[in-house]
């Protein structure tokens, strides 16, 4: 098996529980930033996106919250399951960047029994 | 039914060869991508690619050359293979390319392996 990505940063959640990703980004530029899922042997899968005149949009069991001030981004997942492990990244963009998108660091998420 | 399809999943090699990875979308998507993950899980983008028209050319070393027969495949040659090349390297596709940003669409990935 893969024993890349062993350094992440790791959160450990109860199945049930509420998880609560977070995201530093250091463009002040950057408009619109996206929330990814990339499990074991997979691609990046898009979870859900925000542009930078919202702070909060809500999808199917996920919220994502910016906080433009201190240029902060956070992704919770609600009542998190076994299927919600895998490692979450956020990527982010501005405008004259044409669509160049760059991704924070990976957060590793182990949803226990 | 795959949105975004890469081929080969899995590619070990020698030093020194040259290989190519394809990568096909039918999104219908204008703008396509290539991005390198490194051991540490590190994302980074190297080239896009909007109607067949380069728009991102990243500091990568010219022993990589994205080709886009048409804006539905953008395939991705690389020369003179070295250790550090060994990484895994997906294709993204995004509906036009537009500068205020939008989703990209990933590939499942080719697993790059250089002896």
């Known amino acids: 098996g893969e024993n890349v990505g062993l350094h992440l940063p790791t959160l450990s959640v109860q199945e049930g529980d509420n998880s609560i990703i977070n995201c530093a980004y250091s463009?002040?530029?950057?408009?619109?930033f996206i929330w990814y899922k990339q499990e074991s042997g997979k691609g990046p899968q898009f979870i859900i996106d925000?542009?930078?005149?919202?702070d909060k949009r809500q999808g199917q069991r996920v919220t994502v919250l910016l906080n433009k001030t201190v240029k902060h981004l956070s992704l919770q997942i609600a009542a998190t399951q076994p299927g919600d492990s895998a490692v979450y990244f956020c990527a982010e963009t501005f405008k004259a960047a044409g669509n160049k998108l760059t991704f924070g660091g990976g957060t590793r998420v182990l949803v226990k029994p | 039914d795959t949105a975004v399809s890469q081929t080969p999943k899995y590619l070990v090699t020698q030093m020194g060869n040259d290989k190519s990875i394809k990568c096909e979308q039918n999104l219908g998507h204008d703008t396509m991508y290539w991005y390198k993950q490194d051991s540490k899980k590190f994302l980074k983008i190297m080239f896009s690619y909007n109607n067949k028209e380069l728009i991102i050319n990243e500091t990568v070393p010219n022993r990589f050359s994205p080709k886009s027969p048409d804006k539905a495949h953008l395939n991705l040659h690389i020369n003179s293979l070295e250790l550090g090349d060994s990484a895994v390297y997906f294709c993204?596709?995004?509906?036009?390319?537009?500068?205020?940003?939008?989703?990209?669409?990933f590939g499942p990935g080719t697993r790059l392996l250089v002896l």
């Open positions: 925000i542009r930078s005149n919202m």
């Open positions: 463009n002040s530029a950057s408009d619109y």
């Open positions: 993204a596709s995004s509906q036009s390319g537009r500068p205020w940003g939008e989703t990209q669409y």
